[in-house]
């Protein structure tokens, strides 16, 4: 788990050891858009997975020690010159595979089937017939009419289909078993080689039984326990933690954000004493946030936090600087200086033990993410948080105790840990910070005004039920004056934006529908309570064109 540098690894290669995550499952990833789902979805099903490209070498598929297979979709067709291959050694591990449209396909294809390639593509919800018993499907069924008995067939199924291409006759030894009007072949098994092939996507929820089924293939057909649980997983991290540490010195950089809260909080757990946290305050948080990681991790939980003031060292840093980027550049480069500093100091001897190991809050998207490409590219740093760039002289060992972890597992770890709900359920907020939604110069008056205005959106987004219904809100300072009336005087001060968004990637967004009642009692109350603003306004830009931040 861990790495002499931290640029260092590409892909996770978990040993294999007679833990919860013996019982295990790999996805081989024919690059659709939704095989992090699939991994997610067996992760729910209480079973340990890790999903490699299809172009895995064979060494690494035989040494995983798979229970079961499972090959997602593609965008590519088995026809295509340079299409992705299956690789055989996956049939010689003699387990259970299920293949998801693509890995239908290209199983039919190696096993003598053919597949039809289609110009049309079909997408979207479809119904489809179960024609024929199996394991996979067996009581499965989204139609209340059918009658329950030992056989399923002419059951429904409620699916979601995303393909073009299409297999039209099963390979020898797969019998047919599910069908729609324009897909004859939507479900094929071979019992005795427990190999099953659909043609729609259960990990989407639009799959009604989509859960139901990968959990009867990773249960019932490859015999996995259902170990893999936030309980069982934080046993067994802070046993791997405690065995790998021993009783040398940890530096952690905590942000307060939900990554870096969770793996402060397992290593408290793990190592108490031993773990030192840093908090850089650069004067761009949110109103109070200081406040309350000093609250939940100092004092209640007794973690060592060293908290630095570094509000005026940024301030003075981006000093006249109005560009977007460069005041990125600026904010992470004093970031690393500020936290190589304490990291210096508190190396130097804590509790008289230099610090031998820098923790991170790196999660799996990040680790498949930069393992897509196969070309051992850097591990991705997602921001000045993840401290990667730190100088020569601090050759600190890399942690990373939620390298295997998905989003939502990590949250749910925070919840075992008994960090704060509100905390672990928190919108993202970027490395930047306010940094980055003051437009052009960053002054301490306008840090003040906006984190005032945020703070009055977000008890609202809060009282009245929105902000957990929203991925990201938050308000912006645009710089821009406007007149204003009060009582019977002028009043000419600053806009404030709101900002709020439903996403599930961040890749793409659509401003979030908030009731207008709402949207005026955020305006008028940030209005009556800040002096310093005389209009309100709704940015009801969806991404793209727009981006998430305004800078
Ligand atoms: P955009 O604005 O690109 O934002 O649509 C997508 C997501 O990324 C976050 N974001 C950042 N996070 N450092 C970060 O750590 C950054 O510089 C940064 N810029 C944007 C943004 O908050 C949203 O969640």
Redesign the pocket.
């Known amino acids: 788990m861990s790495t002499t540098t931290p640029i260092a690894a590409t892909v996770s290669s978990t040993p294999h050891t007679p833990t919860i995550k013996q019982d295990r499952i790999l996805i081989i990833d024919f690059g659709s858009q939704y095989s992090q789902l699939i991994a997610r979805r067996v992760r729910e099903a209480g079973v340990f997975c890790e999903m490699y490209p299809y172009d895995i070498d064979t060494d690494r598929i035989k040494d995983f020690g798979a229970k079961g297979v499972i090959l997602s979709g593609g965008p590519e067709s088995v026809h295509g010159k340079h299409s992705p291959k299956i690789n055989p050694a996956l049939f010689d591990l003699d387990v259970p595979i299920l293949g998801i449209c693509y890995g239908m396909q290209a199983m039919a294809d190696y096993f003598g089937g053919q597949v039809h390639a289609s110009e049309v593509h079909e997408f979207g919800a479809a119904t489809i017939e179960v024609t024929g018993d199996s394991t996979l499907l067996a009581g499965l069924n989204d139609d209340i009419h059918s009658p329950k008995q030992n056989s399923n067939a002419h059951s429904h199924l409620d699916v979601w289909m995303s393909h073009g291409d299409k297999v039209i006759a099963a390979p020898a030894g797969f019998k047919v078993v599910a069908q729609t009007p324009s897909c004859p072949i939507a479900v094929m098994v071979n019992e005795d080689k427990h190999y099953y092939g659909i043609q729609f996507h259960p990990e989407v929820t639009h799959t009604l039984q989509g859960q139901a089924l990968l959990s009867r293939f990773v249960h019932t057909i490859s015999g996995c326990a259902g170990d893999w649980t936030p309980d069982n997983i934080v046993d067994m991290r802070v046993a791997q933690l405690k065995a790998e540490v021993g009783d040398k010195q940890v530096l952690l950089g905590l942000s307060g954000g939900v990554d870096s809260s969770v793996v402060a909080a397992l290593l408290h757990k793990a190592i108490g004493k031993q773990l030192t946290c840093v908090f850089v305050d650069n004067g761009l948080l949110r109103l109070h946030e200081g406040d309350q990681v000093m609250q939940v991790f100092a004092e209640n939980m007794g973690v060592k936090v060293i908290r630095v003031d570094a509000e005026a060292q940024f301030l003075s840093a981006l000093s006249g600087v109005a560009d977007p980027e460069a005041k ?1 550049k600026i904010i ?1 480069k004093t970031f690393i200086d500020v936290f190589a500093d304490a990291a210096r100091e508190v190396s130097a001897g804590s509790d008289g033990k230099p610090v031998e190991y820098l923790a991170q809050g790196t999660i799996y998207p990040d680790v498949i993410e930069s393992a897509k490409s196969h070309q051992g590219k850097a591990h991705v740093i ?4 993840n401290v990667g760039g730190l100088p020569d002289d601090l050759a600190f060992k890399l942690i990373e105790p939620l390298r295997d972890l998905f989003k939502d597992e990590v949250r749910k770890l925070g919840l075992t840990l008994g960090l704060p709900a509100k905390m672990i359920n928190r ?6 910070g306010l940094g ?1 939604r003051i437009l052009g110069e960053v002054t301490k008056d306008y840090a003040d005004i906006l984190r005032e205005a945020d703070a009055i959106f977000m008890q609202e987004l809060e009282r009245s039920g929105w902000y957990a219904k929203t ?2 809100a ?1 308000a912006v300072f645009t710089a821009v004056k406007s007149v204003g009336v009060v009582g019977d005087g002028r009043r000419y001060a600053w806009v404030i934006a709101l900002r709020a968004v439903e996403t599930v990637d ?2 793409t ?1 659509r401003f979030a529908h908030l009731p207008y009642e709402l949207i005026e009692t955020v305006s008028n109350r940030i209005m009556n309570e800040i002096a310093d603003v005389s209009r309100v306004t709704y940015d009801v830009s969806s ?1 793209p064109p ?6």
């Open positions: 990125r992470g997602k921001s000045h948080h919108h993202p907020f970027p490395g930047p980055v991925a990201q938050f961040f890749m967004a991404k727009a981006t998430i931040e305004w800078e």
